[in-house]
């Protein structure tokens, strides 16, 4: 049915070939590129050769990304790369008329601000080239997005509380590793927290509220309200949101970790001068961390991942929990790739075949809620994610 | 009296360059040469120029210091460099027929060993050649061994058990920061335990030995038995002792970021590959904490360290303790430099005094306990770190 380049050969890279290579009606050609090769030949020969072309790209230039889309002539590229480059993409993009899709709102390289500002100011670009973009397709930017939207469609007629509730229960069995880019994750982590309340953003210290929760088939994990960049573009598609969280549970151990990169001065991202070559600290702490693709051989446990609601419906209060659990040693099994890579990678995959359907189509750049969540719902259950809801259940919140 | 050249331009250079400067009937010339002559440039503005010397010198490259030896012609060479140093600077003394002085034993880089087997070997040459070697002449080693061969000389006919008890009292108000070289530091306490009982070495876990001890002015502070290279002579040169152990306190702050860092990778000595160039994990993050020279201007508390010794003296168990206490403020107010910089400095100041004296003079190579240590002791209260002594106390050990 279609052409798709996926831009990026990490852990979320490896899961969208492997899913994209397993479903020829809707890929019919697949070109996987990144900055070095030989991880886009290794992927591709785990896969089958035949099912995936490879190629070597600089996705921070954009007259090479320009070069290579002239090239391969894709209908669709999907954006796994690292969220410093979603803006180069999308310029190759505009460039081509070729549709876009990312997992990840761009952010500057050197201050950690997730926002989503610079992505939301190619709107009138991409109408004017008649193509789509679509943003924040992976699990939390993304399901998350499309289970409130089925929420707000399908089971409230006002979504007024909403807390996305996001679980790590595995164990990956190393002192400290993280589950996907070690730099793009502790810039996340270690950030103020921030949520919406009453027209307006909180804004928190660092971990400052935590509770525990309760996660289906795991149990109580201890949960902190972090900032999250959906929210940014749930809280303006659901106004009538009075309050929205994104809840992230962490070990004790990882957050000690966390606490100790920041005061050695390990998270830093700003260069210091080394044996004078410029390094920014938290990309050497990258390269001495395990490879979070690594993790998944020995990883064991599940995550779980889901929204909780309340609001109104037919004027009564009403509360309801949409999630999905996923077991990483399954994912590992289907992908080489653990949990959390394959929970961003299969609805990136998800996104990319709607809009080679036509399902989700339209001129403009757009968050995933803003397009039909059915057939994407439908698709997570085939593909791998499936969901579960409850309805008037105790949601803790 | 005599010429000095003093190798190393940090904290310890920082305050033997202080000190001698104002002992002019002793060091009458001194140079202070280092990697980096603006190091030296700016101690020596801080003393006053017209009394000190600078240059540059690689203290990796024999040829290089022989040369600057040869130029300045020092009767004596005080070598506060980098341990991984003392080989070369010793190569070069012996070839320039120049006496040596070094507070600390040679490391080898790439592997975290403490051990005097590199330079006892090099006995004969220094013998051969007619010129002295002063090893350890700091404060533990150096002021400990003294101490030691103090209390042997003067209170005991025979010393059984030896414990040095170090204690660093102060609060530098960072969050982590290491008192000295965080890369020797950081080796030095990761490493596993060990002490001498009972005509042998016991091995220990790292941290596993630890008690709560009492510090005078200070109070009960948690102390870790940890391997310290001063043991490895004392044994050697005080045959009777049955048990010889060395205590360092440690917070739990303190302890819980060096266990991070080794956890994430920080404290490796292995180089790994980094944009094409090799960098070793520990150096990088030398780099990135704070600078242990810039600690002194807002250090508070103090330090304590001495020899608590049990033995035998007129046939009936005696106790002995001997320690000096050394304020940061007071450290720092004097020569610019921290209370750990101080108690290193202060002593090879006192061990190259002693040598320009004649009074500790022999050709080979010594620890600081094989001289006479009653003129040291007597220094030690003259030059800033005076010494109390006390029999019969509960030693606690």
């Known amino acids: 049915m279609g052409k798709v380049l996926i831009i990026g050969a990490g852990g979320v890279g490896t899961v969208v070939a492997h899913k994209m290579a ?17 991880k886009c030949d290794a992927i591709a020969e ?13 996705a921070d230039n954009v007259p090479e990304l320009v070069e290579l889309i002239n090239s ?17 993409i999308m310029d190759a993009c505009l460039e081509t008329k070729t549709a876009y899709l990312d997992t990840a709102n761009y952010e500057p390289i050197d201050e950690a601000k997730f926002e989503y500002k610079w992505q939301w100011a190619y709107q009138e670009r991409f109408k004017e080239a008649g193509i789509t973009a679509i943003l924040g397709c992976g699990f939390d930017p993304g399901v998350t997005s499309i289970f409130t939207a089925h929420a707000a469609k ?25 589950n996907f880019n070690p730099e793009i994750n502790i810039r996340e982590v270690t950030q103020k927290g921030k949520y919406w309340e009453n027209g307006q953003w909180v804004e928190t210290e660092p971990h400052e509220i935590h509770r525990p929760l309760n996660y289906p088939n795991i149990g109580a994990r201890e949960s902190y309200v972090i900032y999250h960049e959906e929210l940014e573009s749930l809280t303006k598609n659901f106004p009538s949101l009075k309050r929205a969280r994104f809840w992230m549970t962490f070990g004790q151990e990882y957050l000690t970790h966390l ?18 070559k410029e390094i920014i600290p938290i990309q050497f702490l990258k390269a001495v961390l395990p490879d979070p693709g690594d993790l998944g051989e020995n990883y064991t446990g599940e995550t779980s991942i889901g929204c909780r609601i309340r ?35 299969v609805p990136a995959t998800i996104g990319a075949m709607m809009y080679l359907q036509g399902l989700w189509k339209k001129p403009g750049v757009f968050n995933v809620e803003e397009f039909n969540p ?24």
């Open 22 to 38: 397993s479903l020829p009606d809707v890929f019919s050609e697949i070109m996987l590129a990144s900055r070095t090769k030989s």
């Open 46 to 58: 785990r896969i089958g050769k035949d099912r995936i072309q490879t190629a070597q790209v600089d």
């Open 72 to 88: 391969f002539q894709p209908d669709i590229v999907v954006n796994v790369a690292l969220p410093y480059q979603d803006l180069t």
């Open 154 to 178: 399908h089971h409230f007629d006002e979504i007024q509380y909403l807390d996305i509730v996001d679980c790590n229960g595995g164990d990956h069995g190393k002192a400290f590793a993280t």
């Open 259 to 276: 606490r100790v990169i920041q005061n050695i001065g390990m998270a830093g991202i700003e260069p210091i001068m080394y044996e004078g």
């Open 311 to 345: 609001g109104l419906k037919d004027g009564k209060e009403k509360t309801y929990y949409v999630y999905n659990n996923c077991k990483h040693q399954d994912a590992y099994n289907e992908t080489g790739a653990q949990g959390v890579s394959y929970t961003t990678g």
């Open 374 to 397: 059915d057939p994407f719902m439908e698709q997570l259950n085939k593909l791998g994610l499936p969901w579960i809801e409850q309805h008037d259940v105790d949601i803790e919140l």
